[in-house]
């Protein structure tokens, strides 16, 4: 159930309970008139059973929910960093009670705490790109962190990495939107794979990012992969270019792998270098 459903629900019961209430209470006063007549008895009589039998349903109905309630927080929660710097990040859009939520990266699981078995756990890969260290590294991992700790393994609950979030381009487009000028572009700049089948994720972004932001070019290149960044920057039309590194936190790579000043300055263009992407969804949710 969404969140603001439940509370409508659970004031709908009330009103019908109360109006039920009130509808035998006003039969009852109806019954003890004098002189009544015995086909308007009748009917007052079985108004009254109806009016029970609606007060029943909705506290039956108010239990219902609240059972329902109980059984989508009976879950807990994991989310795994690709590094420790991106521990503190939240999956946007998903709503987790604190107790409930235990966190790691991909580096520390074997020492972490880790969810019980009691209750199923959801596993959020803080990761932007989907692949071997999302997939087939990380289930391993936390199936020889139960098994060392001769703990039952809960059933886990795979979700999609960061980078595949709806919300990641909405907060990017939001930060980008207030930077653009006449001529301005938007090139994003992602880690790249070897894996044969390129990771989606950094594309999807980029069509998200093109809906968001229409009429503004969005380019994509990589700097461990083919079409490298530095390649697509001279190509891009636009002579003021926002660089947007698809990248989790700020480390070596922001430092190291992204296109320069300089290199824009070679090309006749001026570049603005934004934050990483997943820095920007703390930003849109100080902001709004």
Request: net charge positive; charged share 15%.
């Amino acid at each position: 159930m969404r969140r603001h459903i439940i509370p409508l629900l659970l004031i709908l019961c009330a009103l019908l309970f109360c109006t039920a209430v009130a509808g035998s209470v006003y039969c009852g006063y109806a019954l003890a008139e004098p002189n009544l007549p015995a086909d308007r008895e009748s009917h007052l009589r079985q108004l009254i059973y109806f009016h029970f039998a609606i007060a029943q349903l909705s506290v039956i109905g108010t239990g219902a929910i609240l059972y329902l309630r109980h059984l989508r927080w009976r879950r807990y929660y994991l989310l795994v960093s690709y590094n420790e710097k991106g521990l503190k990040l939240n999956p946007p859009g998903i709503r987790m009670p604190s107790a409930r939520v235990y966190r790691c990266h991909l580096g520390n699981i074997a020492e972490s705490a880790l969810p019980p078995a009691g209750a199923p756990v959801l596993v959020y890969p803080m990761f932007m790109l989907s692949g071997h260290s999302s997939g087939v590294k990380l289930e391993k991992e936390l199936s020889a962190a139960y098994a060392a700790r001769g703990l039952q393994l809960p059933n886990l609950y795979y979700q999609p990495v960061l980078g595949a979030s709806p919300w990641l381009a909405k907060a990017a487009a939001a930060y980008i939107r207030p930077l653009l000028q006449n001529d301005s572009a938007v090139l994003v700049v992602a880690h790249g794979s070897t894996l044969t089948d390129t990771p989606p994720e950094p594309a999807l972004f980029c069509r998200r990012l093109r809906e968001l932001l229409p009429g503004c070019e969005v380019a994509l290149g990589y700097f461990c992969q083919r079409p490298e960044a530095s390649s697509v920057l001279p190509g891009m039309e636009a002579g003021h270019i926002l660089l947007l590194p698809f990248l989790l936190t700020e480390g070596l790579h922001t430092a190291r792998d992204l296109p320069t000043e300089e290199d824009a300055a070679r090309c006749g263009k001026k570049l603005t270098r934004l934050p990483v992407a997943a820095a920007l969804l703390t930003h849109h949710t100080t902001d709004s």
